[in-house]
Every structure is written in C-alpha cells, then in structure tokens.
Nanobody
Framework: QVQLVESGGDLVQPGGSLRLSCAAS????????MGWYRQVPENERELVAV????????DYADSVAGRFTISRDNAKNTVYLQMNSLKPEDTAVYYC?????????????WGQGTQVTVSA
C-alpha cells in the first residue's frame, strides 16, 4: 500500500522558517521523482519544488527560488522541504507527490497535505 505522510506544517511569523517532511512507503522510493506542491482555496495546485530519484535534478517555482530547498534521503524514504524567509503568500496546504513513468504509464501518488500558515 502506497503511503505519503507529510508533517511539519505550522503557524509561523513572516520571515520565519519551517521544515516539511514526507515519509514514503509502499513503492520503490529511489526511482520516483518527488515533488512538493501547494494549494490555496479556489486555486489550482501549483508546483513548489521537485527533485529526481537520485537527487541530481532539482527545480523550483520562481516564487520560492532562493528561499526554499528540497532534499531527499533515499535511505529513509523521505523528502524534505526547508522553507526560509517565509511570506504570508506562502500560506497554503502543502502536498507531497511521487511520480514515475514506467512502460509508458505514469504512476503518481499524493499525500494528505499539511497546513502552512504565515501570519503575524
């Protein structure tokens, strides 16, 4: 059974930091590209950061580049999102995503989300 369990969301003041974690199980973690997405009510879910299976490929949304860092520990089946210099507009539910293409089929999974609120 595939599971992605996010944790680390919280209420933080502007300028503060948070570290999100996503613990994965039920699939070959090291072969999947892992991503963090976020969503606010009435908006589409948007990509925040993504990291390839071996960690050699990383990309960020322009809005978080230079402030957020994605990383993974394949030995622990966990992906992280270090968020610094948080702004009120970073407030959202953050979701963990796992994706791989195999035999022409896209396999992708979502976690349940963790709330990040940036407010004074």
């Amino acid at each position: 059974q595939v599971q992605l369990v996010e944790s680390g969301g919280d209420l933080v003041q502007p300028g503060g930091s948070l570290r999100l974690s996503c613990a994965a199980s039920g699939f070959d973690f090291g072969t999947y590209t892992m991503g963090w997405y976020r969503q606010v009510p009435e908006n589409e879910r948007e990509l925040v950061a993504v990291i390839t299976g071996a960690g050699g490929g990383i990309d960020y949304a322009d809005s978080v580049a230079g402030r957020f860092t994605i990383s993974r520990d394949n030995a622990k089946n966990t992906v992280y999102l270090q968020m610094n210099s948080l702004k009120p507009e970073d407030t959202a539910v953050y979701y963990c995503n796992a994706e791989v293409w195999a035999g022409g089929i896209r396999y992708h999974y979502w976690g349940q989300g963790t709330q990040v609120t940036v407010s004074a």
